[in-house]
């Protein structure tokens, strides 16, 4: 009783949640979801604090993981709104969150919870699948159906996935891979969804000793994903050490990166919600980019996703010659009459630049 009490308490707070196109939406505005899962009393308001703004599997399982049945009455942190996974309560606060890698249970996208869209709960049906959709990584088991995908895809509102090539994958894979696999399921899987994606933050369960995700990596990946079309993203905080679990096992440099990456994508979030446009990259063997159109003005996220510094060239289509703002580093560039800028990249920086309207695509 008190745990109803609670979610009806709390969900007469939450916005109306929906979807337009392949972003989502909370009282009909673009929304930039930024996700963090069992979180609560002093990491929850870490995490808060820290710009994330969904809690995925809370209250049911976030703060006495070790008895799942004796449930939460711990109220969410101002401004933050929780994805349950009591997918009977038919008003949860902000949506469910479906049981996570369905592909790897296994489940299909009929066996998926059967819950109601978006479009007529004002809630959203958040999914994460394993990175085995993606076509670098072999199937999740011999003779799966990588069109399972799209069924799963097609239960939920808002589609994820996580990949983590530093902590499990001890960098056998390219952290380009963040992009390719993101546009795979983005075009794809999920086609014309909005779509996110977990970024690792430490070392997890410890596979990969030797090596380390920093601040600058972690940015990185989210702005990969970003640049890729994701709607969203999601800060894998949690670890398994000597200890026992750690739902916030981040350091302070972790969660200062975490503040700035959460505060710029807020701030870029009706940008962010725009289709990502092609750009193309010369070298393309270190930096992913895309371009936004929004308010009058083309935006270019590009990304160094390696550990040296190399300069490239973009090229944006349509863009006129003449300088480009970018943003926060208080410079500019200058793209050539066939819409080329040539910029320098440190080790996984990330570059956004900005085109006026007077730069724009001609018609």
């Not at 505005?29 to 929850?44: E, K």
């Not at 894998?236 to 700035?260: C, H, K, L, P, Y």
């Not at 936004?292 to 590009?302: K, N, P, Q």
């Not at 990330?350 to 007077?358: D, K």
Request: net charge negative; charged share 15%; proline share 9%.
């Amino acid at each position: 009783m008190v745990r109803a009490a609670l979610s009806v308490a709390v969900a007469a707070l939450a916005p109306v949640f929906g979807v337009s196109g392949a972003h989502v939406t909370a009282n009909g505005a673009p929304f930039f979801p930024v996700l963090a899962y069992y979180q609560c009393g002093a990491s929850a308001a870490a995490a808060a604090a820290a710009g994330v703004d969904f809690f995925a599997e809370q209250p049911y399982t976030a703060c006495t993981w070790q008895q799942p049945n004796d449930f939460s009455t711990e109220p969410l942190p101002p401004g933050v709104h929780a994805l349950g996974d009591d997918y009977a309560d038919p008003s949860p606060d902000a949506g469910w969150y479906l049981p996570d890698e369905p592909d790897a249970i296994p489940l299909t996208g009929e066996e998926l919870p059967q819950l109601p869209p978006a479009a007529t709960t004002g809630k959203l049906r958040v999914l994460n699948l394993s990175q085995h959709f993606f076509s670098d990584q072999a199937p999740i088991r011999p003779g799966y159906d990588r069109g399972e995908y799209t069924r799963l895809a097609a239960r939920a509102d808002l589609v994820g996935f996580d990949l983590y090539p530093i902590v499990k994958f001890c960098g056998r894979v390219p952290l380009l891979d963040v992009f390719r696999a993101q546009r795979e399921l983005a075009t794809i899987y999920a086609a014309g969804q909005p779509t996110f994606q977990w970024i690792e933050t430490g070392p997890m369960t410890g596979e990969c000793p030797t090596l380390q995700v920093t601040p600058a990596i972690a940015n990185a990946e989210a702005w990969l994903a970003v640049a890729a079309g994701a709607a969203g993203i999601g800060w894998f905080t949690s670890g398994w050490t000597e200890s026992g679990w750690n739902r916030w096992d981040v350091d302070d440099a972790m969660v200062a990166q975490i503040a700035e990456t959460d505060a710029r994508l807020h701030g870029l979030a009706s940008v962010l919600v725009a289709p990502p446009g092609p750009v193309s990259v010369s070298p393309a063997d270190a930096v992913a980019a895309s371009s936004r159109a929004a308010g009058g003005s083309t935006y270019v996220i590009a990304v160094n996703a390696t550990d040296r510094a190399t300069t490239v060239s973009l090229r944006i289509p349509g863009l006129r010659a003449g300088a480009l703002q970018v943003l926060d580093e208080g410079r500019s560039v200058r793209s050539t009459k066939r819409g080329v800028v040539r910029d320098t990249f440190p080790p996984y920086a990330v570059h956004v630049y900005e085109a006026g309207p007077g730069l724009t695509a001609r018609s």
